[in-house]
């Protein structure tokens, strides 16, 4: 269990003070572009010591990612006077004849914002960042493109300097829920007597069965335990909805079983297990980051059971809102995805966006395509009409092979 109240006070700040952004604008220093290869994640690891970061920016994640799946990683820095001041950690992937650099984790990270010094984020402006891109084609001419997509707008208040580059709009919402004044105050916001009242419905509904609990992996084993339940579902659910499973790679396992199992080892864990176990059955996973004051659900499933007529799910995510209110977290986020289930709660919308930038003749072509893709998603997902008829011709052609499915987001 995290204590929200206690560890969120910002990350650490380096003793020695690095220059200001007022310093650099005043010409007495000047950002400097470097590249590296996973050779340079130690240097990445030492700065997430004292930066600002998204979950799937942290050292760990971005480690295990390079552990568990061997990725072709880049490093890009851009330093004042020696000291970092923006970091991204990349991992190169093949896409047809096309190579394009996008966040570590790929599908799986959201949310994103690189590594920083907040201090001198002010100063690191369009030019800077397009100097940490030419550094990158310098360095790395085989890369046609670096994608950086579901970008968030800010972080604790931070803007996100990819801001400042030409970009465009995500196709998916991210949701997320307001805890001010508490959890009976979020219940009187959001049809808090019919969530109670649907809450002891399903209890009773539990306790028909057997005994049940909810679960937070402490162990490597209930990770483990955890885990397995969980790509279980999903690969039961992604096989009825006709979509690839996101999950089902052997090194994307492994991967996620290193990140939750490293975490427990933190004093404040930043990855989270939560499970409902009914009659000796794991009927419901999440898995949930810690950033900032903000719990986020990166992933959740449900058994495709006899007890699926109960909304295990809704009766965890009930428990789970319940305690980020009682540790102090002031937001509880669903992350991306516009979904009913996430709908029942939230009353915040954050817009992600992206930034394409092409370092070849290739990369233009990829990054127009990219865009129209952008597009179409956005105009099937935000059409009710449409997106109901796309998900029901998925069901219809789940029984088909593999190949011709698609990849959806991972909540």
């Not at 990166?298 to 809102?321: M, Y």
């Not at 029942?344 to 817009?351: F, S």
């Not at 179409?376 to 008829?389: D, E, S």
Request: hydrophobic residues 45%; glycine residues 8%.
């Amino acid at each position: 269990m995290v204590d929200a109240a206690a560890s969120f006070d910002g990350n650490r700040i380096a003793a020695n003070e690095p220059p200001t952004a007022r310093t650099l604008r005043a010409g007495h220093g000047r950002l400097t572009a470097s590249v590296s290869d996973s050779a340079g994640l130690a240097n990445y690891t030492e700065f997430c010591g004292s930066a600002l970061f998204a979950p799937a920016q942290s050292a760990s994640w971005v480690r295990n990612w390079d552990a568990k799946t061997v990725a072709d990683m880049v490093v890009a820095t851009l330093s004042a006077e020696g000291r970092p001041a923006l970091s991204l950690a990349l991992e190169v992937v093949r896409r047809g004849p096309f190579k394009t650099a996008r966040f570590a984790g790929g599908r799986h990270a959201n949310g994103n914002f690189a590594a920083a010094d907040a201090r001198l984020l002010p100063a690191i402006d369009a030019a800077a960042i397009g100097s940490l891109f030419a550094a990158i084609r310098k360095a790395r001419p085989d890369i046609d493109l670096i994608a950086l997509e579901r970008l968030l707008p800010d972080l604790d208040g931070v803007a996100n300097p990819f801001a400042t580059m030409v970009n465009s709009p995500s196709p998916n919402l991210a949701l997320a829920v307001d805890l001010d004044g508490g959890f009976d105050a979020l219940l009187s916001r959001s049809s808090g007597k019919r969530k109670r009242k649907k809450h002891r419905s399903q209890t009773r509904k539990f306790e028909a069965v057997g005994p049940f609990r909810r679960i937070e992996a402490r162990t490597r084993e209930e990770v483990d335990s955890l885990l397995d339940a969980f790509f279980e579902m999903k690969q039961a659910r992604f096989a009825k909805m006709g979509i690839a499973d996101v999950f089902g790679a052997a090194d994307i396992r492994a991967f996620f079983r290193a990140l939750f199992a490293d975490a427990l080892a933190e004093e404040r864990p930043s990855f989270l297990l939560h499970g409902l176990e009914v009659a000796g059955k794991l009927r419901a996973v999440t898995g949930s980051s810690c950033s900032g004051k903000r719990l986020i659900c990166e992933f959740g499933a449900i058994a495709e059971d006899d007890l699926a007529f109960t909304s295990p799910g809704d009766f965890l995510f009930f428990d789970n809102i319940q305690e980020a209110c009682e540790l102090g977290f002031a937001v509880y986020d669903f992350s991306v995805g516009d979904e009913p289930y996430k709908r029942l709660w939230c009353d915040l919308e954050t817009q992600h966006f992206e930034v394409l930038a092409p370092l070849t003749l290739k990369g233009r072509a990829l990054a127009g395509a990219m865009r129209q893709g952008t597009r179409a998603k956005a105009f099937i997902k935000n059409n009710p009409t449409v997106w109901r008829l796309t998900k029901m011709l998925r069901r219809k052609t789940a029984g088909q092979a593999v190949a011709p499915a698609t990849t959806e987001d991972d909540n």
